[in-house]
């Protein structure tokens, strides 16, 4: 079984740096790609960051260029956000994400998620 369980959301001041952590179970995590997604309030959830399997390629959100980087340990099967020089509008709910193919369909598997508030 699938699971998702991310980590390290808080309320911090702008400026100020976090650092997600999500931990995966229930699959081959060395064998897929990972993300993490982002939900504010009244808003539609937005892809922030991904990383592929082995750990190249990461891409990100023009939003969080340069601020943000993903990375991910295939032997503890964690997925890591680090998060620095936080702005009040990267405010939102902070998901880890993994889509795997099963029995011919993609299928997204989500956490439940990690609030993260930037505000003075």
């Known amino acids: 079984q699938v699971q998702l369980v991310e980590s390290g959301g808080s309320l911090v001041q702008p400026g100020g740096s976090l650092r997600l952590s999500c931990a995966a179970s229930?699959?081959?995590?060395?064998?897929?790609?990972m993300n993490w997604y982002r939900q504010a309030p009244g808003k539609e959830r937005e892809l922030v960051a991904s990383i592929t399997n082995g750990g190249g390629g990461p891409n990100y959100a023009d939003s969080v260029k340069g601020r943000f980087t993903i990375s991910r340990d295939n032997v503890k099967n964690t997925v890591t956000l680090q998060m620095n020089s936080l702005k009040p509008e990267d405010t939102a709910v902070y998901y880890c994400?993994?889509?795997?193919?099963?029995?011919?369909?993609?299928?997204?598997?989500w956490g439940p998620g990690t609030q993260v508030t930037v505000s003075s």
């Open positions: 229930g699959f081959d995590f060395s064998h897929f790609a």
């Open positions: 994400h993994v889509e795997r193919w099963e029995r011919g369909s993609p299928r997204d598997y």
